[in-house]
T-cell receptor, first 114, second 113 residues
Framework: AQSVAQPEDQVNVAEGNPLTVKCTYS??????LFWYVQYPNRGLQFLLKYITGDNLVKGSYGFEAEFNKSQTSFHLKKPSALVSDSALYFCAVRDRSGNTPLVFGKGTRLSVIA | NAGVTQTPKFQVLKTGQSMTLQCAQD?????MYWYRQDPGMGLRLIYY???????DKGEVPNGYNVSRLNKREFSLRLESAAPSQTSVYFC????????????FGSGTRLTVV
């Protein structure tokens, strides 16, 4: 079975500081990994994904994530946080084998303080 | 604009009433999904349709039914609404499989009183 853990319900960071939102996963085989962002009263928007290749993936709005197979992690990072980054972030995983739906984590609320 | 369209955006039902949530996508995607979002629970899969003509249960299917009307449309029906079904419902679509992400609709906020 696939699962995703986002260990922090809330992350607070000062504007201009680096931010990290943590994600660990469990799949039986190799994963496809995704990050989505949700702004208030909106649907989820795609940020970035890891399919294969370079473990460091760059995505929208200056975000990046690092795939670490040994630690089964896919943490989301940004070098310098903006107030406008404040939102709810979801990590998601699917196994490469078969056509299984994405499994989402419970979400981490990021608050960037000016 | 291309994307996933959900209707209605808001709905209030009385316990026991029925309703259908509509979802349509214009990206020629094969797969479609219904999730519900509850505080502290993340997104939980209700039903999905991997391709036209097929539907499968997800994590929380009880109390719901779905219809994949054609390639574009995937509806979610609540036959007898319960307060526990108060939630925000999201429809999503994707290419059939592999490393393709989802495109989400803007959601339906449902309250059952």
């Amino acid at each position: 079975a696939q699962s995703v853990a986002q260990p922090e319900d809330q992350v607070n960071v000062a504007e201009g500081n680096p931010l990290t939102v943590k994600c660990t996963y469990s799949v039986s085989g190799n994963p496809y990994l995704f990050w989505y962002v949700q702004y208030p009263n909106r649907g989820l928007q795609f940020l970035l994904k890891y399919i294969t290749g370079d473990n460091l993936v760059k995505g929208s709005y200056g975000f990046e994530a690092e795939f670490n197979k040994s630690q089964t992690s896919f943490h989301l990072k940004k070098p310098s946080a903006l107030v406008s980054d404040s939102a709810l972030y979801f990590c998601a995983v699917r196994d490469r084998s078969g056509n299984t739906p994405l499994v989402f984590g419970k979400g981490t609320r990021l608050s960037v303080i000016a | 604009n291309a994307g996933v369209t959900q209707t209605p955006k808001f709905q209030v039902l009385k316990t026991g009433q029925s309703m259908t949530l509509q979802c349509a996508q214009d990206m020629n995607h094969n797969s479609m999904y219904w999730y519900r979002q509850d505080p502290g629970m993340g997104l939980r899969l209700i039903y999905y349709s991997a391709s036209e003509g097929t539907t499968d249960k997800g994590e929380v299917p009880n109390g719901y039914n779905v219809s994949r009307l054609n390639k574009r449309e995937f509806s979610l029906r609540l036959e007898s609404a319960a307060p526990s079904q108060t939630s925000v419902y999201f429809c999503a679509s994707s290419e059939e499989s592999g490393g393709y992400g989802y495109t989400f609709g803007s959601g339906t906020r449902l309250t059952v009183v």
